[in-house]
């Protein structure tokens, strides 16, 4: 088929189509670790508060930090005020200022380049014994979705997440594995234009959007998308997803 052009807008797309593809890892990490009442959890790149929402409903403490402007507004709408529940727009520090008491999780649920950075920012102010959790593709053969990450791939050398990227991160922070698990995070959309515009909001295709012709990007996902889309016209892939937990020594 010949795609048309989608408008997106890359926080809103993320908060209303992509984000709740990922409730079941972030519920599978919340119960491991018995998020629940009295819980201080900090959410690392928090985009648009989904996962902050879901441990504040557990009656937990919540506090979410982004650099995008566009998502922290969004998940300021989200989370209930006057609970002591905040987002914070900057550096991860800076949620230090605003949490009270030392935070008992830190999650790093959608882990980007910059994440070892971010760890080594953060890890000097947790308290001993904090649980830090990263997450992430798992195998590409049990993710459908690898396929249509591969048109990153091919426009600019972007790779997926190997086995061991998460403990290799965790070891250069010098922070201790404490378990793992594998979480199914099935993508659905109802038509193919709602998932090129969920994909686009996850930032795995910036780099080739700035690096080509955006419709370009958006053809080749589209057509990526093909083999997902069922008689109805919605779209389904399969995936799992992985998180790593570490602790602070």
């Known amino acids: 088929m010949t795609p048309t052009l989608v408008r997106h807008d890359p926080a809103r797309d993320w908060a209303e189509i992509q984000e709740r593809m990922l409730v079941p890892l972030y519920e599978a990490v919340y119960d491991r670790l018995d998020v629940g009442r009295g819980s201080r959890v900090l959410g690392l790149g928090c985009g648009s508060g989904l996962a902050l929402l879901m441990a504040a409903s557990r009656e937990a403490i919540a506090t979410g930090v982004d650099r995008d402007h566009a998502r922290v507004e969004l998940a300021r709408e989200r989370l209930p005020e006057g609970s002591g529940h905040a987002v914070v727009e900057g550096d991860p520090a800076e949620a230090w200022a605003v949490g009270g008491a030392p935070y008992d999780v830190i999650t790093a649920f959608h882990a980007s380049a910059g994440l070892g950075?971010?760890?080594?920012?953060?890890?000097?102010l947790a308290q001993p014994g904090t649980a830090i959790v990263l997450a992430g593709w798992g195998p590409p053969e049990r993710c459908a979705t690898a396929s249509v990450l591969r048109v990153a791939a091919r426009l600019t050398g972007w790779r997926p997440a190997l086995r061991d990227d998460l403990e290799e991160v965790v070891a250069r922070a010098g922070l201790k594995p404490d378990g793992s698990g594998r979480v199914s995070c099935p993508f659905g959309y109802a038509d193919q234009d709602s998932a090129v515009r969920g994909?686009?909001?996850?930032?795995?295709?910036d780099a080739a959007i700035r690096a080509?012709?955006?419709?370009?990007?958006?053809?080749?996902i589209t057509e990526a998308l093909d083999p997902y889309v069922r008689r109805d016209g919605t779209v389904w892939m399969p995936n799992v997803f992985r998180y790593l937990i570490a602790r602070v020594p």
Do not use: I, M, W
């Open 199 to 205: 994909l686009l909001s996850t930032g795995e295709f």
């Open 212 to 220: 080509t012709d955006p419709s370009q990007v958006e053809k080749e």
């Open 117 to 124: 950075r971010t760890l080594a920012e953060v890890t000097p």
